[in-house]
Every structure is written in C-alpha cells, then in structure tokens.
C-alpha cells in the first residue's frame, strides 16, 4: 500500500512553454501533498504544501506565479511550471501525507527546458 | 528553524561489514520525529527507520538500526552487514510540528559499498 505516482517521468519543453506535472495517491487518500525539488547530487528542498480544497502554502523564495499548485482531488496534486527557463530544469518529487508522522513518496519527474 | 546536518558527504563500507552514518539536529520542540530515508540511483525515495523522540529505545528495521541521542540531539543511523543494495544517498529528516508539518532534509551522505 501507500504507493504513489508521478507523471510524466521525464519532460523535455522549450524556454516559455507551460509544463504540468501530476502527482497521485493511488491506494489511499492524500489531505496533503508536498512539492519538492532536488537539484544534482543535492538534497530535497520544499518548495510547498498542497492541501485538498485550498491554496497551496509555498515556501520562502518560491515564486507562486511560476510555480501553480492544484490539488483538486484526495489523490491528485499537480504541479504547473509557467513559462519554463533552463534554470527551472531539475528533479521535481511529490509525497504524500497518510498520517501525521508518516509521507511517502513519488517517484519524481526530470524536467529540461531547452 | 529547524536544522539538520550530515557531516559525512561521503561513507564507504565493505559488503558484510557494519557502517554508521552521522546526523544532528537543532530544535526547541520536545516532541517531534526523525527519520532515515534512502535515496537509490533510480531517485525514488525509500523510508529506512522512524524515531518518534518521546520514545526512547531505539527504532530498529532488520539490518538497521539508530542511535538517538535526544540531549546531545544526535540520530545516528547503523547499518549492519552491508550489502550491495545498500548503496544510494541516504538523507536523515525532522518532521516539525505545530499544525505545519513538513520534513527538513539535511544534505545528505552518500554510501559506497565495496564487494
């Protein structure tokens, strides 16, 4: 149990375009999901907390604008990169909340903007 | 804020043998949870072992083990007869409290294991 999923695996856009990536809870219901974003042989950095029903909370530096959290669903989370730059290429990973203590995690999405 | 640091950038260990991989943390909460998590080349993040702080023996997991230190703020991770699937990045985490839950990550250290 406790699986979750991430779509797409890896995304090559071009500089300006829009780029959405999924997030889902697949055998349970997520409250809340975390957005993280992990750049080469680096650690996980947050860059926001999605709750179901409600405005994503983002994390100190994060451009909201850029960055557009959904969570429409118990099981799904997207995230949206808006007029993607190559400095935007990275390892972005979901994971989500199943207890107060406990989170597990996607598989994540490479992203390349050229 | 909540701060978590791994002094060890690099470890390595020879398959079968035992390693031990460093961590501490700053925090004013009395309760809280620390974890362990391992990170493959494949990126998929994998849960190792959980401490809950308000509990004081030490979490084990088969093969692994901690050392929590709460005064000295210390969760150090053992891993017992390595092996070769042991490799990957491996992250020691808080989990702050308080109605925000979300995890602090340190940089991590990055395990080798020699056949």
């Known amino acids: 149990g406790a699986v979750v999923s991430q779509h797409p695996s890896w995304v090559i856009c071009k500089s300006g375009t829009s780029v959405k990536i999924e997030c889902r809870s697949l055998d349970f219901q997520a409250t809340t999901m975390f957005w993280y974003r992990q750049f080469p042989k680096q650690s996980l950095m947050l860059m926001a907390t999605?709750?179901?029903?409600?405005?994503?909370?983002?994390e100190q530096g994060v451009e909201k604008d850029k960055f557009l959290i959904n969570h429409a669903s118990l099981t799904l989370s997207t995230l949206t990169v808006t007029s993607a730059h190559p400095e935007d290429s990275s390892f972005y990973i979901c994971s989500a909340r199943t207890g107060p203590d406990e989170q597990y995690f996607g598989p994540g999405t490479r992203l390349t903007v050229t | 804020a909540q701060t978590v640091t791994q002094s060890q950038p690099e470890m390595s260990v020879q398959e079968a043998e035992t390693v031990t991989l460093s961590c501490t943390y700053d925090t004013s909460e009395s309760d809280y949870y620390l974890f362990w998590y391992k990170q493959p080349p494949s990126r998929q993040m994998i849960l190792v072992i959980r401490?809950?702080?308000?509990?004081?023996q030490n979490a084990t997991e088969n093969r692994f083990s901690v050392n929590f230190q709460k005064a000295a703020k210390s969760f150090s991770l053992k891993i017992s007869d390595s092996q070769l699937g042991d490799a990957a990045m491996y992250f020691c985490a808080y989990l702050t409290q308080g109605g925000s839950e979300k995890l602090v990550f340190g940089k991590g250290t990055k395990l080798t294991v020699n056949p």
């Open positions: 401490q809950e702080a308000y509990k004081q």
């Open positions: 999605s709750n179901e029903g409600s405005k994503a909370t983002y």
